[in-house]
């Protein structure tokens, strides 16, 4: 049987936004003694919706605005058309058969040590989310490696909205 090729590009996106985060984490005492400052770090904005038609963007012109701002990958692709895999694919840069959440209710299986979130956090930066989460994720259970958070557990017309 001949097997499929993999497209590695949403991985390697997603792989080289950390190198280039640890990388300027690496760099950050020899900027420090190089120029008696720290240079700034850049801004992290990751937007991400669910089922939206790439024609829609229009709606959105606030969120357009900012992506004219920063770098926009128009050949992304998600690893699974299933939210809550696809989330944790992004937040871990692992594929669902990896990082164990292959289904709706496996969010909880995702490690939280091993996702850019945690490797942000622990790089000093402020991290803050809105919308949803993981599905199963417990309710009144603050996601970890967040400062801020808004998040939204349920369906479209059963749902519940938390908030720190």
Request: glycine share 6%; with cysteine; net charge positive.
């Amino acid at each position: 049987m001949k097997r499929a090729k993999k497209n590695p590009w949403g991985f390697a996106i997603i792989i080289g936004l950390l190198l280039f985060v640890g990388f300027l984490v690496y760099l950050k005492p020899w900027i420090t003694k190089a120029y008696g400052q720290t240079a700034p770090r850049p801004n992290i904005l990751l937007v991400v919706t669910d089922d939206q038609r790439f024609d829609t963007m229009q709606y959105l012109p606030k969120t357009s605005a900012w992506m004219a701002e920063g770098a926009y990958y128009p050949q992304a692709q998600v690893a699974i058309p299933s939210c809550c895999p696809s989330r944790s694919d992004m937040f871990s840069s692992r594929y669902p058969h990896n990082n164990g959440v292959k289904l709706q209710a496996d969010g909880v299986k995702l490690d939280m040590t091993a996702t850019f979130t945690y490797y942000l956090k622990q790089a000093g930066y402020k991290t803050a989310m809105a919308g949803k989460f993981l599905n199963p994720w417990p309710s009144k259970s603050a996601p970890p490696s967040f400062d801020r958070y808004s998040y939204i557990k349920g369906g479209y017309t059963d749902y519940y909205a938390y908030v720190n």
